[in-house]
């Protein structure tokens, strides 16, 4: 069984900066794509930003040239960290991470448990 736990979640200033992370522990053989996904009240789920094992990058228009997705291999462990942050970018993040298990080499979907940034002067 694989666990993810995410940190860094916080109220930070509007124009200010944040890192969030996300680390997998459990029966891990190996991990494929790897993201962010956040939803702010009475809104739908939507992407952030994810990036391949080969360290290929995808970002939602809304936070191209402000947030960057990274991973660190060694330690199974994403991160967002996230820069000039506006009121609007008020919601909850979800780490989202496709890992192949090494049970039985399934691959399984899984999602942290999600933190709260609330972007506020």
């Known amino acids: 069984q694989v666990r993810l736990v995410e940190s860094g979640g916080v109220l930070v200033q509007p124009g200010g900066s944040l890192r969030l992370s996300c680390a997998a522990s459990?029966?891990?053989?190996?991990?494929?794509?790897m993201g962010w996904y956040r939803q702010a009240p009475g809104n739908e789920r939507e992407l952030v930003g994810t990036?391949?094992?080969?360290?290929?990058?995808n970002y939602a228009d809304s936070v191209k040239g402000r947030f960057t997705v990274c991973r660190d291999n060694a330690k199974n462990t994403v991160y967002l960290q996230m820069n000039s942050l506006k009121p609007e970018d008020t919601a909850v993040y979800y780490c989202?991470?496709?890992?192949?298990?090494?049970?039985?080499?399934?691959?399984?979907?899984?999602w942290g448990q999600g933190n709260l940034v609330t972007v506020s002067s």
């Open positions: 989202n991470v496709y890992i192949i298990e090494a049970v039985d080499l399934g691959l399984r979907e899984g």
């Open positions: 990036i391949s094992s080969v360290g290929r990058t």
């Open positions: 459990g029966s891990i053989f190996s991990i494929n794509t």
